[in-house]
């Protein structure tokens, strides 16, 4: 009876080191994104990548991601963003192992991007102007007082 015991208690360590070794091994992608919001329509998605594996990212515009699209899939561990025009976006990443074993989904990532007002683009390009002008009359103002 106690060796039944024992034999019992070897059997539970082993499938609990097991257990734990197992969802070590094909625990979820922590996704970072820099930045959260963004008004260039630019930001860099990065994760962490186990020695030999590959992850699989993809995007959505709804943060159930109903609709899909492929985003990234390979052994790089970040990729940058651009061209996004104004809206909400997420990010989801799994990790697939050279085993053959696939992570679950990865906490999801939003990114939103809210591009300058048009008022706000046309100010700065007339403030720019302004001090081109100013620069330039100076210039030759100056030239034409030391001729």
């Not at 709804?62 to 990234?72: A, I, Q």
């Not at 085993?99 to 990532?109: H, L």
Request: charged fraction near 15%; include cysteine; aromatic fraction near 8%.
């Amino acid at each position: 009876m106690q060796n039944a015991g024992r034999h019992l208690s070897g059997q539970i360590l082993v499938c609990l080191f097991l257990g734990l070794f197992a969802a070590s091994a094909v625990s979820a992608p922590l996704l970072s994104l820099a930045p959260a919001q963004s008004t260039d329509g630019k930001a860099t998605l990065s994760w962490e990548l186990p020695e030999g594996a590959s992850v699989e990212v993809e995007s959505s515009l709804d943060d159930r991601f109903v609709n899909v699209v492929p985003l990234y899939q390979g052994s790089d561990r970040s990729t940058v963003l651009t061209g996004l025009s104004d809206g909400s976006y997420h990010f989801r990443a799994r990790i697939m192992h050279q085993n053959g074993a696939i992570s679950p989904w990865g906490e999801p990532v939003s990114l939103l991007v809210e591009h300058h007002s048009l008022v706000k683009a046309v100010s700065f390009f007339v403030i720019g102007a302004v001090v081109f002008v100013a620069t330039l009359l100076l210039i030759i103002l100056g030239a034409r007082r030391e001729q």
